[in-house]
């Protein structure tokens, strides 16, 4: 259809016949006139309806219009300043395509179960449509920062033979009579990667099956990893600040009028520039204890550990060489204290806790033959993983981030269940 055009152009065609495809966000009428807020995915007009406009039959339909209902709305583009967007349609001619029955999900407040419950309607909504549009962003942030410094995109397997974190949060298949496990991450695969070019990273969704409720946790996310070849922890670091900091900036530039609509404090994302703080495990330890908090020297750090030392500063706070018992087999220690891993987690302010995870790993084939049989893993499934040391070995590090961790620091949501489209949980697999 001649200048059938998407919301976000309207500017395009002030003073012009257009055509907007789309669903009714909502209507209001005041006697001759009906207020129809039309929403195509990329924004919000309002259109007029007037009673000599339209003809007859059109006119009433309109009063009756459900919500969702999907229609063609033909008008003038005009620009008017008080209306969403600057610029309303002035209806000539509205095609109905279909009726909607009684929308469920209506301006009334709901419990999260029943939202959660029509998670496939509840994506329709402003504030949610906003939290998707600045995942979008950074998602697309995260690869332009890889793809323009010279790494190289690797798949890694969704379908693994062993485990990387761990086997107590592993699910397990059966992969054609031998056991199989969902990724719960790439990491062992970069690493290999890196080998071969340099500087690479993976993008995908990995799973964790945690049982755990905490606000913080999904059994499905999305993570990218970035794995380096003759890199140290110092300089592993380095890039998780400097990318960290390219994101948060990307969405202030690109996502002003969602941050608006999520009513985020802007503020404490504009103090996301580096350098960030760096402390060692030790002196975190020394916070929480000054704090008065109880805390067993030698433990990972709870929820309420992480907000203590990241509410002590005013951007993400970088926490390094954890004892290396609550560490995985791959980390390197500390030549300086064996005891220490170099590792890194990076913690993010306003009680949001870790985003990122990662650390220098053992570039040592002996000693990682025998961390593997510490930790009791089967041999043969790193036999390839072992190969790395064997042809080559360099110092290497890199790290994960978990995506919807970041969107929900960014968007500053209480839980992360609203940070994924279709969010998977210990008792949620539907929709």
């Known amino acids: 259809m001649k200048n059938e055009i998407y919301i976000e152009d309207i500017g395009q065609f002030k003073d012009k016949e257009a055509t907007v495809s789309g669903w009714l966000y909502n209507r209001r009428s005041s006697g001759k006139i009906h207020f129809l807020m039309l929403r195509d995915g990329t924004g919000i007009i309002q259109a007029v309806a007037g009673k000599n406009d339209i003809n007859e039959d059109t006119f009433e339909k309109c009063k009756e219009l459900p919500q969702e209902s999907s229609l063609k709305v033909t008008g003038l583009v005009v620009e008017d300043k008080r209306a969403p967007g600057g610029y309303e349609l002035q209806v000539k001619k509205i095609e109905f395509i ?3 029955e009684d929308y469920p999900i209506t ?6 179960t029943f939202l959660m419950d029509h998670r496939h309607l509840w994506l329709r909504s402003s504030k949610q449509h906003a939290i998707m549009r600045i995942r979008h962003s950074i998602i697309r942030a995260c690869r332009d920062y890889y793809d323009t410094r010279g790494y190289v995109l690797i798949d890694a397997p969704i379908f693994t ?3 990387c974190e761990g086997t107590s949060t592993l699910f397990e298949t059966d992969y054609f009579g ?4 969902l990724t719960q ?3 062992l695969y970069m690493e290999a990667a890196a080998m071969a070019f340099g500087k690479v990273y993976c993008f995908g969704p990995t799973f964790r099956a945690e049982k755990s409720k905490t606000r913080r946790h999904l059994t499905e996310f999305w993570m990218i990893e970035p794995e380096i070849a003759y890199c140290d922890l110092d300089g592993n670091m380095d890039i998780a600040e400097e990318f960290i900091e ?5 969405v202030l530039e690109e996502r002003k009028e969602e941050l608006k609509i999520l009513e985020r404090d802007t503020s404490k994302l504009e103090k996301v520039i580096r350098p960030f703080p760096r402390i060692s495990y030790d002196e975190a330890v020394k916070m929480l204890k000054d704090g008065g908090l109880e805390f067993e020297y030698g433990n990972d750090f709870g929820s309420p550990d992480e907000t203590y030392i990241s509410d002590q500063f005013d951007r993400p706070v970088m926490v390094h060489r954890y004892p290396a018992a609550v560490k995985a087999f791959y980390m390197k220690a500390d030549q300086e204290d064996p005891t220490k891993a170099m590792c890194v987690d990076v913690l993010a302010p306003e009680g949001y806790g870790e985003v990122i995870g990662g650390g220098q790993r053992e570039d040592n084939l002996d000693i990682l033959l025998g961390k593997i049989k510490e930790h009791q893993l089967p041999m043969e499934a790193f036999d390839w993983y072992l190969d790395i040391r064997k042809y080559g070995s360099v110092p290497h590090s890199g790290f994960g981030m978990g995506i919807e961790r970041a969107v929900a620091w960014i968007c500053g949501l209480k839980h992360i269940r609203e940070t994924i489209p279709f969010p998977r949980t210990i008792s949620r697999i539907q929709p």
Not at 107 to 112: A, E, L, M, Y
Not at 246 to 250: A, C, E, G, K, T
């Open 98 to 100: 279909q009726m909607s």
């Open 107 to 112: 301006p009334k407040d709901h419990g999260t």
């Open 161 to 163: 033979p062993a485990a």
């Open 178 to 181: 031998s056991k199989a496990y």
């Open 185 to 187: 991450s790439g990491q």
């Open 246 to 250: 390219f994101i948060v900036q990307r």
